[in-house]
């Protein structure tokens, strides 16, 4: 299985601020990652797709990069709403996994 | 617009079953390959089963292989999960989630509001 690892577990930032997170996977995916915003009792959200393509709808200042094993969400200026918690998914292979998540909090 | 709604859930107890649905509307649901996904309470997302757009090819995680089954019918636009043999850590928020690029595993891009499954005596 394909292990996902997510740094950091949780950040602190203010409204405005650029934020990344980093996930890096056990082998290369090639491009084949996704990544998820979640709020308290509610459904996971898609993000980004396939690294870096943005899902219609989703604000332009969240971002995607990266291929093989080392990937990056950017948020490039921190809303009110963007407050969540963030988790990566590999989705190059069965079966899919799920990095640990980042809580991103406000300071 | 994409509306998936999962129904039930509840509490059962250790080594019983339980069998959930989820009802897909606002898209072809014979086209995609549609999936489950678990949420333990306070933990991650946890990837559980896939079932192929056409209902012929299906995969699990291996901590529910054997004890959990994944169909559909696509005269009804309906997604299933029947859980058998229940442990206490099979206890989580069950999504379905609506599959992209599924043969090579692919992402969810939506998602319902998930049911709430509790094993415990």
């Known amino acids: 299985d394909i292990q996902m690892t997510q740094s950091p577990s949780s950040v602190s930032a203010s409204v405005g601020d650029r934020v990344t997170i980093t996930c890096r996977a056990s082998?290369?995916?090639?491009?084949?990652l996704a990544w998820y915003q979640q709020k308290p009792g509610k459904a996971p959200k898609l993000l980004i797709y396939?690294?870096?393509s943005l899902q219609s709808g989703v604000p332009s200042r969240f971002s995607g990069s990266g291929s093989g094993t080392d990937f990056t969400l950017t948020i490039s200026s921190l809303q009110p709403e963007d407050f969540a918690t963030y988790y990566c998914q590999q989705a190059n292979s069965y079966p899919l996994t799920f990095g640990g998540g980042t809580k991103v909090e406000i300071k | 617009q994409v509306q998936l709604v999962e129904s039930g859930g509840g509490v059962v107890q250790p080594g019983r079953s339980l069998r959930l649905s989820c009802a897909a509307s606002g898209f072809t649901f014979s086209s995609y390959a549609m999936h489950w996904v678990r949420q333990a309470p306070g933990k991650g997302l946890e990837w559980v089963a896939v079932?192929?757009?056409?209902?012929?090819?299906?995969y699990y995680a291996d901590s529910v292989k054997g004890r959990f089954s994944i169909s559909r019918d696509n005269s009804k636009n309906t997604l299933s999960l029947q859980m058998n043999s229940l442990r206490a850590d099979d206890t989580a928020v069950y999504y379905c989630?609506?599959?992209?690029?599924?043969?090579?595993?692919?992402?969810?891009?939506?998602w319902g509001q998930g049911t709430l499954v509790t094993v415990s005596s």
């Open positions: 989630a609506k599959g992209r690029e599924w043969e090579r595993g692919g992402w969810f891009d939506s």
């Open positions: 396939a690294a870096s």
């Open positions: 082998q290369g995916i090639s491009r084949w």
């Open positions: 079932m192929s757009y056409d209902g012929k090819k299906q």
